[in-house]
């Protein structure tokens, strides 16, 4: 534990928050760089040609239509691609018309593609480019998240992280499978590797500098009591103590003064006992000393609160363990809330997937689906409604630990918050399989959906009961 406080510590989340927008830097250049002179590239006229003098001898007139070759053998969404193809006509048409293609990858139509041909026999180039539109609700984007997905049941194989090996095919008119297909597989290259890792990196660096700034902040916090607030408090009962017992002290001493010199006016009184002014001096001698004797209880009284008041001070700054070795003053005191918590695991797996599925296929547009943005929507209820619902013990709630903080209530564990956790990480551990594995936001089933929001009322309905919420 002390090891991951040390990590977490402000110093160390400066540190990484520098080191993750370093490598945020360079995952740009990366990217830029992967997409100018990666291992994906488009297909250019001299490749095409070479490939086409490459392939003809092998075509035999009579072949019929048949796929000669593709180039390059190695691509990426939105690259252009060549295909030398034979057999589009029995004879050189004299008119060469246009002739429409379909293309298939791993045997299902991409009819967002469109490729025309001529109208000969002998082997020719067709040119088209990979498109993928940046509206995750259109064909073509659905096309691309199944033929690259993990999910799809088909002949592709993974060849290593961020590629897919795909089959080309190719058919005429309105055919629903192709009539040709090419020699060999064609690699999608979905991510570069090198860029991947770099992500991985920069997000890794980044969530524990986000984690670090939450340890060391009043984020996710109940409240916002912090180790120098209770510091400044045992230090200002502590001085109001030392002035009380000072003043009582005082009293003490004058209060021993009005009581010697009420002792010499009666001893003066004793040789004139009916002398007037010596009457009255022992009057305002005893007078005195009632006075200073009722300022001296006054000021004990206020010795005995001021003594408990610093006893509980001194109380509290103890009970704050290991926080009281922290160097920052600023150290935030109060348990994690559950409710800002989720809010903040929402926030991070939403804005990771996004960037991953932008990245990786194009997509941006239409692509938060209306289940993640109900989900969303039950989070940020949540959390406000629980600060709404804070009472005044929720100001001296001191942490223990994260995962203690948001399954506890101050009086042990509790079901419905442990149930709100559970359905929490269920629904998070389901939504990041299908962007890193299908590139999509999952649209979560109404009923689903429901559970949680009856987990997240049971919540709220139990939290004014608690000890000390959180």
């Known amino acids: ?133 940046p509206n995750a609700t259109t064909v073509g984007a659905a096309f691309w998240r199944d033929l690259l997905s993990g999910s799809r049941d088909s002949d592709s194989t993974w060849l290593e992280i961020g590629e897919r090996e795909v089959t080309v095919g190719l058919s005429r008119s309105g055919a629903s499978s192709p009539e040709t297909t090419a020699p060999g597989p064609t690699t999608v290259v979905i991510y570069d590797v090198l860029v991947f890792w770099i992500g991985v990196v920069a997000f890794v660096l980044l969530f524990l500098s986000f984690c670090s700034f939450a340890r060391n902040s009043t984020l996710l916090r109940d409240n916002a009591r912090t180790v120098g607030d209770y510091r400044a408090e045992a230090a200002a009962a502590q001085e109001a103590f030392d002035q009380a017992a000072r003043v009582a002290k005082d009293g003490e001493a004058e209060l021993r003064n009005m009581s010697t010199q009420q002792q010499a006016a009666e001893q003066s009184l004793v040789g004139a006992p009916n002398d007037p002014t010596k009457q009255q001096a022992v009057a305002d001698a005893k007078s005195a000393f009632d006075a200073v004797e009722v300022r001296l209880a006054s000021a004990k009284k206020k010795v005995d609160e001021f003594l408990a008041s610093k006893l509980k001070a001194d109380k509290n700054l103890v009970s704050l363990g290991a926080l009281l070795d922290s160097d920052n003053p600023n150290m935030p005191t109060g348990s994690f809330s559950l409710a800002k918590s989720q809010m903040a695991f929402w926030l991070l797996l939403t804005a990771s997937g996004f960037v991953f599925i932008w990245m990786s296929v194009g997509q941006y547009y239409n692509l938060v689906t209306a289940g993640v943005l109900v989900l969303l929507g039950i989070s940020g209820v949540t959390g406000l409604a629980s600060v709404t619902l804070n009472d005044s013990t929720d100001g001296e709630t001191r942490t223990s630990s994260f995962l203690a903080d948001i399954l506890n209530d101050g009086d042990g564990p509790k079901l419905y918050r442990i149930q709100a956790v559970a359905w929490t990480l269920i629904l998070g551990v389901i939504f990041m399989w299908n962007v890193f594995w299908n590139f999509r936001f999952v649209e979560f089933d109404p009923n689903l959906l429901l559970m949680v929001g009856i987990a997240q009322s049971l919540y709220l309905g139990f939290k004014p009961k608690e000890k000390s919420g959180s």
């Open 1 to 133: 534990m002390a090891v991951i406080y040390k990590i977490l510590s402000q110093k160390w989340g400066a540190r990484f928050g520098l080191l993750g927008l370093i490598a945020l830097v360079a995952l740009v250049v990366g990217m830029f760089t992967a997409a100018f002179t990666g291992g994906a590239k488009n297909a250019t006229n001299t490749d095409c040609s070479a490939k086409l003098e490459q392939v003809t001898p092998s075509w035999k007139q009579g072949d019929g239509f048949k796929i000669l070759g593709v180039v390059p053998d190695r691509t990426s969404v939105d690259r252009v691609i060549c295909i030398v193809v034979a057999g589009l006509s029995p004879t050189n048409d004299t008119g060469l018309k246009a002739v429409d293609l379909k293309l298939f990858l791993n045997d299902v139509a991409a009819s967002h593609v469109e490729i025309k041909g001529q109208s000969k026999s002998s082997p020719q180039i067709v040119t088209f480019r990979l498109s993928a539109p």
